[in-house]
């Protein structure tokens, strides 16, 4: 497996552990204990982001991954978010993670709300 494929595994088992299994721990152990966070509205750091999650929105919503691109270390996932299950449309998101020593790192993201229509037929994924 190269790095890339690796790091794109890492990315994709976060989502999972996170999303579907809701396991905290499985996350903490994916992310390094350095982790810089750019997202304005969650903090740096494992715990700290650990602890964000856990009192999050979110963590009751859903994830439907559309796509995962990994060059080195870094890994880029498209993604449609519910913050709630009643969340209507939801967000499109993409997050750009930065993996070191097999961890994340880093993280950025831009979060766009998915509109209830739109002017294009082929949508927003």
Do not use: C
């Amino acid at each position: 497996m190269t790095t890339s494929e690796h790091n794109r595994e890492l990315v994709r088992s976060l989502y999972e552990q996170f999303f579907v299994h809701r396991d905290l721990d499985a996350v903490a152990a994916l992310i390094h204990e350095r982790f810089v966070q750019h997202s304005p509205d969650a903090p740096s750091g494992r715990d700290a982001y650990v602890a964000h999650l856990r009192e999050a929105a979110f963590a009751g919503g859903s994830s439907d991954v559309k796509r995962i691109i990994a060059d080195g270390d870094l890994v880029a996932i498209h993604h449609h978010m519910r913050l709630r299950d009643d969340d209507g449309p939801g967000l499109a998101v993409v997050d750009l993670w930065r993996i070191e020593d097999g961890r994340l790192i880093e993280h950025w993201d831009v979060e766009q709300p998915v509109p209830a229509t739109a002017r294009v037929p082929n949508g927003m994924f």
